[in-house]
Nanobody, 114 residues
Framework: QVQLVESGGGLVQPGGSLRLSCVAS????????LGWYRQAPGNQRELVAR???????SYADSVKGRFTISRDDAKNTVALQMNSLKPEDTAVYYC????????WGQGTQVTVSL
């Protein structure tokens, strides 16, 4: 089993920045593919960014150039740096770890508003 706990969400004005962090326990994440997803009210959960066990990254087109995903296997963490935030980035953000099975955190709310 892998337990994932997200932190770092909150309220930010458009153009601002937030850094989300996800800490894992129960397993070492070295071999896991890690990702961040988000779900806005009325919408399906969508991929924001992923990082492979080898460090390769991929991003949704809507966040390319603004968001950066990173991992620290020594600390069993994955982070999402979000810059130039827009109101449409408002959602609950979920951390995901995948290796044979998929594990999810409980989510953290990000609200971008004046």
């Amino acid at each position: 089993q892998v337990q994932l706990v997200e932190s770092g969400g909150g309220l930010v004005q458009p153009g601002g920045s937030l850094r989300l962090s996800c800490v894992a326990s129960g397993r070492i994440l070295t071999v896991y593919s890690l990702g961040w997803y988000r779900q806005a009210p009325g919408n399906q959960r969508e991929l924001v960014a992923r990082i492979s066990s080898g460090g390769s990254t991929s991003y949704a087109d809507s966040v390319k150039g603004r968001f950066t995903i990173s991992r620290d296997d020594a600390k069993n963490t994955v982070a999402l740096q979000m810059n130039s935030l827009k109101p449409e980035d408002t959602a609950v953000y979920y951390c995901n770890a995948e290796f044979v099975r998929s594990f999810w955190g409980q989510g953290t709310q990000v609200t971008v508003s004046l």
